[in-house]
Nanobody, 123 residues
């Protein structure tokens, strides 16, 4: 079973940047498509970005397009989310997830989830 651990969250001022990391415990990570989601208090979990196992076929949610970049390093079993030009509305718990099927915007397409890392953007 794939275990995912996110890191890199924290408190940042609006306009700042953070880079989130998600490390997997298995070498089989390389065959999984990966996604990032986020959930703000009182809101549903929202798609942020996804990347195919090969590192291409990138997809982004409309609210982060042009500001966030997803990437992966299969040699390190890690996927990243570079977040620039952060806004207070980006405040949420950020989750990474692994899919055996396809890179997807839909929660149900993902098989494994991390515990999440808090990102707080102050105005």
């Amino acid at each position: 079973q794939v275990q995912l651990v996110e890191s890199g969250g924290g408190l940042v001022q609006a306009g700042g940047s953070l880079r989130l990391s998600c490390a997997a415990n298995e070498r089989t990570f390389v065959i999984y498509d990966m996604g990032w989601f986020r959930q703000a208090p009182g809101k549903e979990r929202e798609f942020v970005a996804a990347i195919k196992w090969s590192g291409d076929d990138l997809d982004y949610g409309d609210s982060v397009k042009g500001r966030f970049t997803i990437s992966r390093d299969n040699a390190k079993n890690t996927v990243y989310l570079q977040m620039n030009s952060l806004k207070p509305e980006d405040t949420a718990v950020y989750y990474c997830a692994a899919s055996r099927a396809q890179p997807s915007r839909y929660i149900d397409d993902y098989d494994y989830w991390g515990q999440g890392t808090q990102v707080t953007v102050s105005s």
